[in-house]
């Protein structure tokens, strides 16, 4: 997306992942998947090393969300384990965080290879 204007959800969504880079988040990537669903605009995904770092991350996602006019619509443990997969729902984005496994098994990048990267490798 290099010399294209973001629009202010895919600002927000950058700055999420920016902010999870920040907090010791693992391979952050943000994906503009808005031409791909009718759901939800963009993706921002973190590998996380443990429950207390997932607890961390969520509260600064939590912090930026209350900050920026984003409501948290719901928070979701995708796995039984409920530390190996969080999502948080935020209407337009949605932040996953993962454990490297989970990541690994899921490979949400490879099933949404057609979005956009907007951070990442």
């Known amino acids: 997306m290099e010399?294209?204007?973001l629009n202010e959800i895919a600002k927000k969504a950058?700055?999420?992942?920016n902010l999870l880079e920040d907090g010791k988040g693992e391979d952050v990537v943000v994906?503009?998947?808005s031409a791909l669903n009718?759901?939800?605009d963009y993706f921002v995904i973190a590998t996380i090393s443990s429950s207390t770092h997932w607890q961390g991350l969520y509260r600064q996602v939590k912090e930026y969300a209350a900050a920026n006019d984003l409501e948290i619509h719901k928070t979701v443990q995708k796995t039984?384990?409920?530390n190996e997969w969080n999502?948080?729902?935020?209407g337009s984005?949605?932040?996953?965080?993962?454990s490297k496994d989970a990541r690994d098994f899921y490979d949400l990048e490879r099933l949404?290879?057609?979005g956009t990267k907007l951070k990442g490798n």
């Open 3 to 5: 010399g294209q204007e």
């Open 14 to 17: 950058v700055a999420i992942g």
């Open 80 to 82: 039984q384990q409920g």
């Open 87 to 90: 999502l948080v729902d935020l």
């Open 38 to 40: 009718s759901w939800t």
């Open 112 to 114: 949404w290879h057609a």
């Open 31 to 33: 994906l503009d998947v």
């Open 93 to 98: 984005i949605v932040v996953h965080l993962m």
